[in-house]
């Protein structure tokens, strides 16, 4: 039989890869979305024709109770979140209502309307924060640093209570920072490459950033979609640390990406206290080995290669916003 899946947070970078990964797989997939005047189709415009799109809010369980009720799926993937770390200062409440309260929503409709369905929850390496230990490993202490950070390690919880209190098939990853060219404009990495396109092409003059010395644990979005299958599809459910073992900080991701286009970073990068957080998570590196050991996952994409393909996935964006206004 075909199995079917609901992914929560469809429309954003992890959505569109994770459902491309499931139609490939021969899924019936249902992606989520909120009764908005706008919803963005266009990371999943190429594949949308093969979605059934739904609609629920985190924020309202009863739209979760009917839906699930309805779609009644083997696997529900829970994306969906306010999941930008510098917003979480100004709306630390929403924050929390959609990224820590809205798993238990979602959680408790999965266990009244099909609790026999796998659940997979979207956690972050966010909540380490101020890091006990380094490498981080699902064993780590948390101490996070951002209203974001905060409301993943309540989610995360959460995941693991309903998990030993109703004997649900509830699984966490632990996903460290992980990019693409589908990644928002509000991202630090996003915003890097799309700049160094628009300073390529004449468009721009400077790229002002933060903190240039915090260190992360880059990954590509596309391999760590397979890590969330993979956790589904395991006997016993569990928690697990996604990774690629190695750390760079937001100076080399500038180093790569300028010079990618023969451009010297620092002729454009200026530092701006604007962009400065009141907390800041310097050291981000984490160990997958139980994922490589349990789950035989393992990162594809180098960092250098993610750099690349996300600054050339904005020079020709930006090349047919050209065209088309030509």
Request: proline residues 4%.
């Amino acid at each position: 039989m075909t199995k079917s899946a609901l992914i929560t947070g469809l429309t954003g970078q992890d959505g569109s890869y994770l459902a491309e990964l499931l139609l490939e797989k021969g899924y019936d997939v249902h992606g989520m979305v909120r009764r908005t005047s706008t919803v963005n189709f266009e990371r999943i415009a190429h594949i949308q024709d093969d979605l059934n799109i739904v609609q629920g809010d985190l924020l309202d369980e009863s739209s979760l109770n009917e839906l699930l009720r309805q779609v009644k799926p083997d696997e529900v993937y829970n994306l969906a979140a306010q999941s930008f770390v510098q917003t979480s200062f100004q709306q630390a409440v929403l924050t929390g209502d959609t990224t820590a309260l809205g798993v238990t929503r979602i959680l408790n409709a999965v266990k009244n309307s099909c609790p026999e369905a796998r659940f997979y929850q979207a956690s972050s390496s966010e909540m380490f924060g101020k890091v006990k230990e380094v490498p981080q490993t699902e064993n780590t202490p948390f101490h996070p640093r951002s209203p974001y950070g905060v409301a993943k390690v309540y989610g995360h919880w959460i995941t693991i209570n309903y998990r030993e209190s109703y004997d649900m098939h509830a699984s966490s990853g632990i996903l460290f920072n992980h990019e693409s060219p589908r990644r928002g404009l509000e991202f630090v990495t996003r915003k890097i490459s799309h700049h160094v396109a628009k300073i390529k092409l004449g468009l721009a003059t400077e790229l002002r950033l933060g903190d240039l010395h915090p260190q992360r644990d880059w990954g590509f979005a596309g391999d760590y979609v397979e890590a969330m299958w993979l956790m589904l599809q395991q006997h016993t459910p569990d928690d697990y640390v996604v990774c690629t073992g190695e750390t760079h900080s937001v100076q080399e991701f500038c180093e790569i990406a300028f010079g990618h286009v023969d451009l010297a970073w620092q002729d454009f990068v200026v530092q701006d206290e604007r962009f400065m957080r009141p907390a800041e998570v310097d050291l981000l590196i984490g160990d997958a080995n139980k994922a490589r050991s349990v789950l035989g996952w393992s990162p594809k994409t180098t960092f250098p290669d993610l750099v690349t393909s996300m600054v050339e996935g904005d020079l020709e964006m930006i090349a047919r916003q050209q065209r088309s206004l030509a």
